[in-house]
Structures are given as structure tokens and as C-alpha cells.
């Protein structure tokens, strides 16, 4: 037992020697972290207010790295209000926006002549234009309008030169007494646009416009109208916007769409539309104004034959058409749209002008 006691001994000396060499290392360590060493500040106390930081100096803060400091000084660093200060990337970016501002502006020329709807000249029109020009701002590019006025000549002519810009657009025409055209043109594509404009002075710009008449009361009307397509017949009454199934004697129009009663999605079907005036007849209209119904020329009924091998099929159809009605007491205007599968049927939306004093004039 004795020999035991005696090799213990040693073992239990050196464990307590450790140990208080350990808590010494401790007791070191945490006395110098409370006493920073010179050159070095984690004080988590603020600058004083009358000790004024050198330019650029980072503040003092506690527990924050060095790392973290520089961050968030840099962020705080001063810039200069309204400078771009352009790398070698943003000048290239700057060069190649500069470059594409110049391809956007050519030079604008422009030729025009405004006449009546007999292709008489309107001397006197006054027509305001509006071109659009591009600059070049730092990494970016916007756009300006320069508006002009001027004054058709004797023959009705008109020019512009001397400006460059990548749109010209006439925001209006005018001259008492005269309605612009609603189917004028009014926007012309410049320089490097997809599909630009050529002017040519021998061959200018015609913009037609209305010569007015004797002004008449006329009945304008919009309608929207639902039909069954399986061939059946519906009256329209345009005076009223009203429809009702059959082959009633008072209205203005007799429709009938068929199609097939199933159609799959995105499927191109077979459909047909017959019209047909009541006591009287259609004429397709074509001019720019619909101000004035023909006196010849009315067919009794139109019918619209739609194949899905056919080109130009459709299953929106847009037309326009001359109407005389009700043994021709009644003129009129009528453009209309028809969808042949509109929800669980078929539909036929319109904008009608109708004089019912039995006279052809239509100007509103």
C-alpha cells in the first residue's frame, strides 16, 4: 500500500499545477482585453463632440472589425451630387449609347397635300406637327418633342425640312368648315426604323379631309348583339339597338351565322354569314368618311363564306357598309364586328349612323 501512496503522489502535483497555470492564463487574458494596448481601440464610448475627426477618419465603434468599419465608411464617403464618374466599362456603355442616339436621329423631310373628298386642294389648312429627337444622357437617352405649325399653300401643299428626329407625327388639321379625315395617316417612321418613311416631293402625302354640307339630324348607335349559329334569322332594328329572332318586317337588318356546334380550342372551323337588308340593300364601304350614303349600287344581301383552307380566314371579321332600309326611308353607315364563336354562341358588335328622313346625308 505504502508503494502504492508514493506513485500517486507526483501525479496529483503536477494535475494542480496545471490547473492553476490554466486559471493564471485565464485571469491574463481577460485583464488584457479590459486594456487595450496602444495603437489599438475597441472602446465602445463615441468621439467627443468638441474633438473634431480628421477628413476621411473612420468613426470609433465597439465591438465592430476593422473589416466592417472600412464597409461602412465607404458607404459614407461623400459623392458628387449630379457627377457620373464613368469606369472603363460605363464608357464603353456611354459610347455605345451616343452611338445608337445618332443611329435613331436622321434627317426629316416631309411632303404633303391636303385635299377635300373630291381631291380638291384646302388652301389655308393649318397643320400642327410634332417630331421626335433622341439624346444622349450619362447611361441613359430620352426623348423631345419640337412641335411646328405651318399653312397649306395655294395647291393645298405643305413641306418640313431641316430636322432631325426618328418620328414625325401630324397631330391635326385644320380649317373651318372641313372634318379631318378618320382614316388619315398621322404617324411617319424616320431613320433607322423598321419600316421608314421615303418622302418624295413629286409625290406627296394626301390627307383628305370632309368639305361639310348642310348639317341634317342623324341617330348614332352603338350595339352589341347575340346570336344562336346554327343558321337561324334575327331582325336588327339599328334606330332602337334591339334584335329579336325570326323574320319581323320592321328593322334593318337580317342576319344569320352557322358554324359548327363543337370547336375545339385554336381550331380553324368552317363558318358562314349572310346579311341581308329589310326592304332594302348593302353597299361595302371603302371610302376614308362614311359621311355620305351612294344613291346606286345596293345589293339586296351579302353572304361570307369562311373556309379553314382558305386564306384569309378569320374568326374576327371586321366590315364596314352602306345601308338603305325600310323601302329607303332610312340611310346609313353601319361597321361591324363579328365573332362567330362568342361564349356559347356568336356575336356581332356594331357603330351605326342612320339619317331617317330618307336622305343620304350622314356627316356628323
Given amino acids: 500500500m505504502s508503494h502504492t501512496n508514493n506513485g500517486l503522489r507526483p501525479k496529483v502535483v503536477a494535475v494542480t499545477a496545471f490547473t492553476v497555470c490554466l486559471l493564471a492564463l485565464l485571469v491574463w487574458y481577460s485583464q488584457r482585453g479590459s486594456n487595450p494596448t496602444q495603437g489599438e481601440s475597441f472602446s465602445n464610448e463615441p468621439t467627443p463632440a468638441n474633438q473634431p475627426q480628421q477628413p476621411g477618419s473612420l468613426p470609433k465603434a465597439g465591438s465592430r472589425s476593422r473589416t466592417n468599419l472600412a464597409r461602412e465608411a465607404k458607404h459614407q464617403l461623400p459623392q458628387p451630387p449630379g457627377n457620373v464618374v464613368l469606369t472603363d466599362k460605363t464608357a464603353a456603355v456611354q459610347r455605345q449609347i451616343e452611338a445608337s442616339v445618332d443611329a435613331m436621329n436622321g434627317a426629316i423631310a416631309f411632303w404633303g397635300c391636303v385635299v377635300d373628298q373630291n381631291g380638291n386642294p384646302i388652301a389655308g389648312a393649318k397643320v400642327s406637327l410634332s417630331c421626335r429627337t433622341w439624346q444622349a444622357q450619362p447611361l441613359d437617352a430620352n426623348a423631345s418633342q419640337t412641335k411646328t405649325e405651318l399653312a397649306t399653300d395655294e395647291a393645298g401643299r405643305f413641306q418640313i425640312g431641316g430636322m432631325t428626329g426618328d418620328r414625325l407625327t401630324i397631330d391635326d388639321v385644320v380649317k373651318p368648315g372641313y372634318l379631318l379625315s378618320p382614316r388619315a395617316k398621322k404617324t411617319f417612321a424616320f431613320a433607322n426604323s423598321p419600316k421608314p418613311f421615303f418622302a418624295d416631293p413629286n409625290v406627296p402625302e394626301i390627307i383628305r379631309m370632309w368639305k361639310q354640307g348642310q348639317h341634317e339630324p342623324t341617330v348614332s348607335q352603338e350595339g352589341f348583339y347575340g346570336f344562336q349559329p346554327d343558321g337561324r334569322a334575327y331582325v336588327v332594328d339599328l334606330l332602337t339597338g334591339k334584335s329579336v329572332e325570326g323574320n319581323a318586317e320592321q328593322g334593318d337588318l337580317r342576319v344569320r351565322i352557322t358554324r359548327p356546334a363543337k370547336i375545339k380550342p385554336r381550331e380553324k372551323y368552317p363558318w358562314v354569314l349572310e346579311i341581308a337588308a329589310v326592304d332594302g340593300g348593302l353597299v361595302e364601304a371603302g371610302d376614308d368618311y362614311l359621311y355620305q350614303a351612294p344613291e346606286a349600287g345596293y345589293l339586296s344581301a351579302v353572304k361570307i363564306v369562311m373556309n379553314p383552307e382558305q386564306a384569309g380566314w378569320t374568326s374576327v371579321l371586321k366590315k364596314a357598309y352602306y345601308l338603305k332600309s325600310r ?21 356581332m358588335q356594331t357603330e351605326s349612323v342612320l339619317n331617317s328622313n330618307g336622305s343620304r346625308n350622314l356627316e356628323p
Fill in 327 to 347: 323601302g329607303g326611308k332610312v340611310y346609313g353607315a353601319i361597321q361591324m364586328t363579328v365573332r362567330p364563336n362568342y361564349g356559347n354562341g356568336s356575336s
